[in-house]
């Protein structure tokens, strides 16, 4: 059952990634380049590229993949989560302002078209509509691109003469009609032969207009309750279509919408390249956001962790101990992205805390000793009054728990595996991870702390904060705690929120303090937003002091 559980949840965040980068591709890559040009390859090669190297960052270390491979894919690979997770809240934020601008330009368009004397998108004369020729047809209001006829209404009330029809008249062309009732006269346009009289107009008077045909023009139909005119398909020669003004309409100028308009003019009435300018100016603005932020997190990561101080006050501890300090670090994540120079970093800051004590509280690593052992060198220069301590974290059982805690030994540190030493003023415990029950090595805190002496002062290092409870259980004053990274990436502090019961920070649990730090380094990505590294510097206080 618990396979098929995680196998539906791996599938649901697949379909869920393809489903992000498709939509990123159509918003970053398709809206905003020319079809068939460079950008648009290059966008959507990395479309497909960028998540196979972040699948392959993810799995490669646990496949068996050669540790060089695993350096390659891993910078791409996993800087690509990063910014892919805050492209994609950008673009979030980015999309409603899109489509605000786009209505709004649709909306000016369409008010400009509505004002009397302005033409609108489309209309005669104007970019984007059919052009107008009135020279030779002065009966006419002017004729498409190809030919289409538009006719002026007549005055009310008076009959003007018929004008005689224009050059473009053929042999056989019968005259214009005289005007109907109220005095509205028709109009029609050349033909090649046989072409027959334009009816007359409807009750409204405006006239029709006949588009050329090759041989025989059909009749127009009669105009509607105000005379909006209509304009019949030509035939082989004839002019293409244009749709009929809605009633009340004031004839064709300021309605006509040609096929060739509305091509040009993309969507929702708004130019195509507006559309693009829009598409350009939204996309790049959520870019550089997010190529802002993760460079801002992967600068805070590789320049070292800052000093935190932390000042604790115990019940129990004796005045002889009163400003005791123990620097904590957790989280180093030592790997194909981070490695020595990583390491060095954090011993050189260690170090200049001159700390009583070292409390190295898991997640050391995330590969073999035959890969990370170069890396993890400088860890044997650390340097404290009372020696360095070391407990697994889950990332050890990963990647082989048993030989790390043998080679933290021979670089100088004690492994604290279910076990408890007594220092001059205080016990300190240390309990293996949660994660080392799968093999049999979980936490046993009736073995770390089951026979001490319940006066003394108990500090207890434990990698996971979910094992505060236990601790309380047992009388701990203090327990020392990672693994959460502080959330690493906002806002992934939430989620850290839903599984962990301090995410961060020094909180208190009936007797017992938690702390639990942010950590060194970083997993996956190297970026930090909203959670900084840090190495804690607790700073024991006595009440009797």
């Known amino acids: 059952m618990t396979v098929v559980v995680v196998v539906v949840a791996v599938v649901a965040v697949l379909a869920l990634l393809a489903l992000v980068h498709r939509w990123l591709w159509v918003r970053l890559v398709r809206d905003t380049t020319r079809a068939g040009g460079a950008a648009r390859r290059t966008g959507t090669v990395l479309a497909f590229a960028l998540p196979v190297l972040a699948l392959a960052a993810l799995t490669a270390g646990r496949a068996g ?29 980015a999309e409603p302002a899109r489509r605000l601008w786009l209505r709004r330009l649709s909306r000016t368009g369409a008010a400009a078209a509505a004002a009397p004397g302005t ?10 509509g059919p052009a107008t020729t009135s020279d030779n047809c002065p009966d006419l209001a002017g004729t498409t691109a190809t030919g289409a006829a538009v006719s002026q209404p007549a005055a009310a009330g008076g009959v003007r003469d018929p004008q005689p029809a224009g050059d473009g008249t053929a042999v056989g062309a019968e005259g214009p009609r005289p005007a109907t009732a109220h005095g509205a006269r028709t109009a029609r346009g050349a033909t090649t032969a046989g072409a027959q009289d334009p009816q007359p107009a409807g009750a409204g008077g405006a006239g029709t207009v006949q588009g050329t045909t090759a041989v025989g023009a059909e009749p127009p139909q009669p105009a509607g309750a105000h005379g909006a005119g209509t304009v019949q398909p030509a035939g082989a020669h004839g002019a293409g279509a244009v749709q009929p003004v809605g009633a009340g309409g004031g004839g064709v100028p300021g309605g006509l919408v040609t096929p060739e308009a509305s091509q040009a003019g993309g969507v929702g009435g708004v130019p195509l390249s507006r559309r693009v300018f829009v598409a350009r100016v939204a996309g790049g603005a959520a870019a550089a956001a997010a190529l802002a932020t993760v460079g801002t997190g992967t600068y ?4 070292g962790p800052r000093v935190k101080r932390v000042q604790v006050p115990l019940a129990r501890l004796p005045r002889a101990a009163h400003g ?20 060095q970093r ?21 590969g073999s000793v035959h890969d990370l052992g170069p890396a993890a060198e400088p860890l044997r220069l650390l340097r404290s009054r009372l020696g ?13 728990a048993r030989q790390w805690v043998d080679h933290v030994r021979e670089l100088g540190l004690t492994p604290l595996e279910n076990a408890r030493r007594e220092l001059p003023h205080f016990d300190l415990a240390g309990v293996n991870d949660v994660q080392g029950e799968s093999e049999g090595q979980g936490p046993d805190f009736r073995a770390a702390l089951g026979d001490r002496d319940r006066s003394r002062t108990a500090v207890l290092l434990a990698h996971q904060p979910v094992v505060i409870h236990d601790a309380v259980r047992h009388g701990v004053d203090l327990q020392l705690s990672g693994h959460t990274h502080g959330g690493q990436l906002w806002p992934g502090n939430y989620l850290a929120e839903l599984a962990n019961p301090t995410v961060a920070g020094l909180e208190r649990y009936g007797d017992t303090q938690l702390y639990v730090s942010r950590g060194a380094g970083a997993w996956g990505p190297p970026v930090r937003v909203g959670a900084p590294s840090d190495i804690t510097v607790v700073e024991l206080a006595s009440y009797q002091a």
């Open 65 to 93: 993949a050669p540790f060089w491979l695993q350096q390659v894919v891993a910078w791409p690979g996993y800087m690509w989560l990063a910014v892919l997770l805050y492209l994609t809240l950008a673009m979030l934020v």
């Open 324 to 343: 005791f300090r123990i620097a904590v670090v957790s989280d180093v994540h030592l790997g194909p992205v981070l490695g020595r120079a990583h390491t």
């Open 346 to 366: 954090i011993v050189d800051t260690v170090n200049r805390t001159q700390p009583d004590l070292i409390a190295v509280v898991g997640d050391l690593v995330d």
């Open 388 to 400: 360095s301590y070391f407990v697994t974290g889950n990332h050890e059982y990963f990647s082989g």
């Open 300 to 303: 805070g990561v590789l320049r």
């Open 119 to 128: 033409p609108g998108p489309g209309a005669p004369g104007t970019p984007g």
